[in-house]
């Protein structure tokens, strides 16, 4: 049996990957060895390896690697902790590849702690653009470090064979995220309201806003700017989710709790509200609203217009119910008000999601039972007229 360690290090990513994860695991042939870390062992951001044990996985090793900083210092002696722990973790389960996905600075530091112990990786997601995070140049980085890599479009596998990798070992598998829209009953709004206490009515917009960590764009102005377009409409309750462990995300979740005292039947803040929630809470919205890349990869199959704001993910593929705005207010005011219109919210319901059909998780797990996962390849050179 083949031994796949799989790495996740927040809310987003398990989410993500939570139907590998049960693929991997009921596959007579494969052994599911689950490495948790990052924010899902952190209180302030929800202690959220608690509902991956909710769910019913075993957690093969924590790694604790999060200092109490939000600054760019403390993040890379995170990452520095982290290589510490995923060394000793590695070394004791002897996987026969890790599975990383996406493009986090706590996946950056197991990819960094793998590659130097020759274990091959698998890579999801690679070949994206975001410019408005570092985030843009892990992921390519992992991209190198990856022997094996799972994409969600063609663009993004011709990028990823770009960068140099063989096209036998790029797959376009679609969005991993997209097959819990596809397999899991979502909740009705009395039901989610429910589990927040009873405190979300309808109307509700929907906002996650992550810092940005690359460029010149301020997250305090664009997310303030975002909470003063939001006072427009008394009518609608905003629900509003903590951000990553990112580059300035703590005083984010300062405005977030100021707000939600100074508004407390308006404003519904929660640190996580994982995948079930999170999905029902869309399909349930006026409107997402913020710079989550769920907004673009998994909010259009539910047919719900987002409103993307600013550059953290300028260069991302998105479909017709993706509206994009920058940080100013007038543009979130026009654009807020466009989304809500009658004849986008009509575009909203005939909209293709460019990212898949949500069976990404049973086209990766053949390709790790059948393929020799070993971590050697070579650069493959395109072939250019001369």
Not at 5 to 20: H, M, P
Not at 85 to 108: H, K, Q
Not at 191 to 207: C, K, W
Request: proline content about 4%.
């Amino acid at each position: 049996m083949k031994k796949i360690a799989v790495f996740t290090g927040t809310r987003a990513d398990y989410g993500l990957l939570y139907y590998l994860l049960k693929g991997i695991e009921k596959d007579p042939d494969l052994t599911l060895q689950l490495i948790v870390s990052g924010g899902h062992l952190s209180p302030e951001f929800g202690d959220t390896w608690k509902s991956i044990v909710r769910d019913g996985f075993s957690i093969d090793a924590r790694v604790e690697m999060l200092l109490s900083s939000d600054t760019s210092v403390g993040i890379a002696k995170s990452m520095g902790i982290g290589i510490v722990g995923f060394a000793d973790a590695l070394n004791r389960l002897s996987p026969d590849c890790l599975v990383i996905l996406g493009d986090r600075f706590e996946t950056l530091a197991i990819a960094q702690t793998a590659l130097v112990m020759s274990i091959p990786m698998c890579h999801i997601h690679g070949g994206e653009l975001t410019q408005g995070a570092y985030d843009d140049s892990i992921r390519h980085a992992l991209t190198k470090m990856a022997t094996w890599h799972f994409v969600a479009t063609d663009t993004y596998r011709n990028r990823v064979i770009q960068l140099g990798e063989a096209p036998e070992r790029v797959f376009n598998v679609g969005a991993v995220g997209l097959d819990h829209i596809t397999q899991t009953p979502l909740l009705s709004q009395s039901e989610l309201s429910e589990s927040l206490g009873g405190t979300l009515s309808s109307p509700y917009f929907l906002v996650t806003y992550h810092p940005v960590t690359s460029g010149e764009e301020d997250s305090i102005t664009a997310f303030r700017n975002v909470l003063e377009v939001l006072d427009n409409y008394p009518q609608h309750q905003v629900l509003l989710t903590y951000p990553n462990a990112d580059n300035g995300g703590r005083a984010l979740i300062k405005m977030i709790e100021t707000c939600q005292a100074q508004n407390p039947t308006k404003v519904v803040a929660v640190k996580s509200l994982g995948t079930l929630r999170y999905l029902s809470a869309v399909r349930h919205a006026q409107v997402v609203i913020g710079n989550s890349s769920s907004g673009i990869t998994e909010v259009p199959t539910l047919k719900v217009p987002t409103l993307n704001i600013g550059s953290r993910q300028l260069g991302r593929i998105s479909a017709s119910s993706v509206l994009h705005c920058d940080i100013s207010y007038d543009a979130i005011d026009s654009g807020l008000k466009t989304a809500l219109s009658d004849d986008f919210r009509q575009q909203c319901r005939q909209t293709v999601n460019p990212y898949g059909q949500g069976q990404a998780s049973d086209a990766i797990i053949k390709v790790l039972k059948t393929k020799d996962l070993i971590s050697t390849k070579a650069f493959y050179d395109l072939k250019f007229e001369t």
